[in-house]
């Protein structure tokens, strides 16, 4: 895998997926190997053109002979197959390319777990010498904005003319954007999404002191693409002047150490907790037989 | 607070919410008095006018001399104050009726936990004997899917002309849908929206055999609110008469059970974990001198 086989590469991320057997020796082993790729997170509503855009950064990269690697996070619905579906589209574009490597990840019926495998995945892509490593992730919840935050930088994509407001205020992702992108900015309403980000900035300062950049940008035919690899490389630049890429990394890890304990912790649980047992204890509080607060204490007492 | 009084169920709910001192033993003491209230989880991307639709079908059911709660989950941005703004706005509507109670929760910084918070806040306003519990959210992640999980019945509201295709199928919750609802219906691209659900519907059957229906709305004007509260109606006869309420409610406390067993242990781990300790680890990871995955293994072994 590490000498650049696609297909290894694919069956690793499978098994640290899956949680098939030696999954977690698998990632200690990958572990020195990994942080020096630099990884982007990319977030945005439904249809601000997240992928294209990612698309249109991987050919450019792939110019400079950069070797890339795509994580595309799919809320799944089981009616469509979800992300299987958006991986066969988008992997025919860069068919004949092994320098892309495209892996879509899907929102599954569990809980949580999502942003804790995203970072195990975006892991194992560094580790098999990839140089870019792109996450890309629909921005609304909390769950999106967990995953985000395994980037080194993170870029967040709005368009104008999709109640603009509503989708600045409400997104709840204002505050971790290291670059804006407006896309589709050939679309009436372009400057307007500007003011309004310039407007909420200006409510706020950074800790690090970096003004966060507004890139335009129209991905179906490229425009501004290049401008925003050049706003990437900028602030990469500006944190390793500043030694701040180790703190990002730091920082990122404390959010992921917690992550990781949470759903490790649960796996424990659930492996105590056979599913008859949880239907039973379930069918008791839904007849007000028993009270589910209690119920926790007695399960959490014997973990 | 169960003889009616507003404020005093705002301070219960505060108790509940800031997992103030006693607040299990209080949901404890309140369990035994809630199942009577029928819930209602209404869900649908952001501006496409949940509140106004949910204040409307509050105002019906106050002609019926029901009373009614609501719970509306907001992202939080930071810049705006999030929830707290949201709710005074809304208060003013039915200020002067004491039979509408307005709770916003946001969402936090923190892990998950929000889906337990809306199910304890719920239960709560449940004991307090409203008739009607409304959790209204944003359907975009898996957070938000959880949330509606806690209710007895999900509506999933959809709009024209914002991008269908993308809202239907990437929501992910098509499946969860009781009854879709299609507001702003006298906007253009309203019959699309219509036969994409219908198309999408036809691809899978329900285990209940149910048909969701599709009731189109202009919540501004009150449009269509009456018809939603027959639908509403008509399947909570449905789950009674198959004795589904029943099961239904089982069904969502297995969910619930183990997000609060998770999110019990995760409270345990982190008290055992110092932010001084966390923070020195996610130091040593970033560098490289330790790797997360035997981190882990250790502290899950002290819990």
Chains 1, 2 share one sequence.
Do not use: C
């Amino acid at each position: 895998m590490r000498s650049g086989d696609a297909r290894a590469l694919a069956r690793a991320i499978s098994v640290v997926e899956n949680h098939a057997p030696g999954w977690i020796e698998l990632l200690k082993d990958l572990f020195p190997h990994t942080g020096r790729a630099l990884t982007l997170g990319l977030t945005g509503s439904p249809g601000a053109g997240k992928s294209t855009l990612v698309d249109q950064l991987a050919k450019l990269y792939r110019k400079d002979d950069q070797k890339v690697g795509i994580i595309a996070v799919d809320p799944t619905s089981p009616y469509t197959g979800g992300a299987i579906l958006g991986d066969r589209i988008r992997m025919q574009d860069h068919f004949s390319d092994a320098g892309v490597y495209i892996r879509s990840m899907a929102t599954r019926g569990s809980l949580g777990g999502l942003a804790r495998a995203t970072g195990d995945v975006s892991l194992v892509i560094d580790a098999a010498g990839r140089d870019i490593v792109m996450v890309e992730t629909v921005g609304v919840g909390q769950d999106e904005v967990d995953i985000v935050r395994v980037a080194d930088i993170t870029i967040v994509i709005l368009v104008p003319g999709m109640g603009d407001d509503v989708q600045i205020i409400k997104a709840g992702i204002m505050e971790i954007a290291d670059i804006f992108v407006i896309n589709k900015s050939d679309h009436e309403g372009s400057e307007r999404v500007e003011k309004e980000i310039r407007a909420l900035q200006s409510l706020a300062t950074r800790q690090d002191g970096w003004a966060p950049p507004v890139v335009k940008t129209v991905a179906t035919t490229a425009t501004g693409v290049q401008e925003l690899a050049d706003a990437i490389t900028k602030y990469r630049q500006f944190l390793l002047s500043k030694d701040l890429l180790r703190k990002r990394r730091a920082d990122n890890w404390e959010t992921r150490l917690v992550e990781m304990l949470r759903d490790t912790l649960l796996e424990k649980a659930r492996a105590q907790l056979s599913a008859r047992d949880l239907s039973r204890l379930a069918a008791d509080i839904a007849e007000h037989k028993r009270d589910p607060y209690s119920v926790i204490e007695e399960i959490v007492g014997t973990v």
